[in-house]
């Protein structure tokens, strides 16, 4: 598909027949012909071909093609809503930690890092079929889903004081227990505060470089200060309830008098019966991710303090943020209307990307007021992430940029040409705890270039940069 350069690292879609908006996605000039190699440009316009869509669709430098909308894409509308355009792994996102350990390479040897990546492992279930024997105490899957990581920490599991530092203070309103498909519950009840498999990821890492001296001092970040991240989701309760409710949606379009382009963007007015259910099921999938990572966090504040006690340091562990990735929410956006300047109500679809929200916007929680939200963007395995924040001009995106690095190869190729060897000298020193055969999928060579990623949006003026983070070692499972 053709592009038309619109702005800096900006480019607009050809207008192609049945789009009802423009299409627009924000990406280097070296980085368009990996454009080329996938359908996310064609599923991006056909994004745009929706009835109810808001100008513009919109693609993240980190775009690639995705379950309906591509991955890295931003939908808004008014009033319809898509499974697909949230994504499988509902509320998948990152949290970031601090510490008051400060990297030294005589302290956090090879061996140190290799033992405590060991102890992660074993007290915190990983990969595709990772389940505790039994949920936690005192918790039922019913009142996670409704209430959040504002119900676990009420049951002793983190602090209070973590809510302002997690998107929608880590409980989405709306959720249904009953909402969710039998089977979506029966493959999610033992999950809660497990990691997952794929991009999924617990990273030792240490601040190798500050950009905003100011910003990172009010956030408690520090150059060669060691951090934790968090990245996962709702698992296989988030996987089933888009399968099914795709499903549904699809077989309900006649019904409905709504015509989609492919059944990955099946989507409904949310009034509708099936529109309201799948909103309900997706905020209770929302509400067990931020669960889930305030567990897994909890988990990993236990196993740091024990394991450095042995070596006589007391661990101080604090949440910077936690952002979602996957989710649809309603948030009030500026729009023209009749050549006049509006804030309206509309629903705002992210998908493999992160909210950005500048200093002063009123959906900030009053501890970012006067700085923006932390924007947390990890690279991919054994490459660099990123702290950032937004700026005004992000209003362009409905305050929205990139989630990573964005894939290159799907998973089977990566698996078929990355050889052991480029896999080895990608790493570099960064230690992992699988051997390669079973994560080559997630190799860095697998994934774009993370510091073009962030600079496209950084030189569009919508992000700026404050601190850089690089792996130490990392933590997944397959």
């Known amino acids: 598909m053709r592009l038309k350069n619109i702005g800096i690292n900006k480019w607009e879609l050809e207008e192609i027949p049945n789009m009802k908006v423009r299409a627009v996605v924000y990406a280097k000039e070296e980085m368009l012909p990996q454009l080329a190699q996938d359908l996310s440009l064609q599923q991006l316009a056909e994004a745009a071909m929706l009835p109810g869509v808001t100008d513009p669709v919109i693609g993240m430098p980190d775009i690639h093609e995705g379950f309906g909308l591509p991955i890295g894409g931003v939908m808004a509308t008014s009033g319809l809503i898509s499974a697909g355009a949230v994504g499988m792994d509902i509320n998948c996102g990152v949290r970031l930690i601090r510490t008051n350990l400060s990297y030294d390479n005589k302290f956090f040897t090879a061996a140190v890092l290799r033992s405590l990546t060991k102890k992660i492992e074993q007290k915190i279930p990983v990969g595709l079929g990772g389940k505790r024997k039994a949920l936690p105490a005192k918790i039922t899957l019913e009142e996670v889903v409704a209430g959040g990581a504002e119900f676990v920490i009420n049951r002793g599991y983190g602090s209070p004081s973590d809510l302002e530092s997690i998107e929608e203070g880590g409980k ?188 002063n916007h009123p959906l900030l929680p009053k501890k970012f007021e006067n700085t923006g939200q932390p924007v947390i963007i990890p690279g991919s395995m054994g490459t660099a992430s990123y702290v950032a924040v937004g700026t005004p001009k992000a209003a362009e995106t409905f305050f929205s940029v990139n989630h990573g690095a964005g894939r290159t190869m799907s998973r089977g190729e990566a698996f078929r040409t990355i050889s052991q060897t480029q896999f080895k000298e990608s790493m570099g020193s960064v230690i992992y705890n699988l051997p390669y055969k079973r994560i080559a999928d997630e190799a860095p060579d697998a994934y774009k270039n993370i510091d073009l990623v962030i600079n496209t949006l950084v030189e569009a003026g919508l992000t700026r940069k404050v601190v850089k983070l690089k792996p130490l070692a990392v933590v997944k499972g397959d």
């Not at 951090?227 to 379009?253: N, P, V």
């Not at 019904?255 to 989507?267: D, F, S």
């Not at 929302?286 to 007391?314: H, P, S, T, W």
């Not at 006049?340 to 109500?345: D, F, W």
């Open 172 to 359: 989405l309103a709306g959720a249904r227990f009953e909402a969710l498909t039998p089977k979506a519950i029966g493959r999610g009840e033992n999950e809660i505060g497990t990691l997952g498999s794929g991009n999924h990821f617990i990273e030792i890492q240490r601040i190798e470089e500050i950009f905003d001296t100011d910003l990172a001092s009010l956030w408690g970040l520090a150059l060669n200060q060691i951090c934790f991240m968090i990245h996962c989701g709702s698992r296989a309760l988030g996987h089933q309830t888009c399968t099914d409710y795709t499903e549904i949606f699809w077989k309900a379009q006649d019904k409905y008098k709504i015509k989609v382009p492919r059944q990955g963007l099946a989507a409904l007015p949310i009034e509708t019966q099936e529109g309201q259910s799948y909103f309900a099921a997706m905020a209770a999938s929302v509400n067990f991710a931020f669960a889930n990572r305030q567990l897994i966090m909890f988990d990993l504040e236990r196993i740091l303090k024990e394991f450095f006690a042995n070596q006589g340091v007391g661990v101080d562990f604090r949440l910077v943020y936690d952002v979602a990735h996957n989710i649809a929410k309603w948030e009030e956006h500026q729009q023209t209307v009749n050549s006049e300047r509006r804030a309206l109500k509309i629903l705002v679809h992210r998908k493999g990307a992160t909210r950005a929200l500048p200093p």
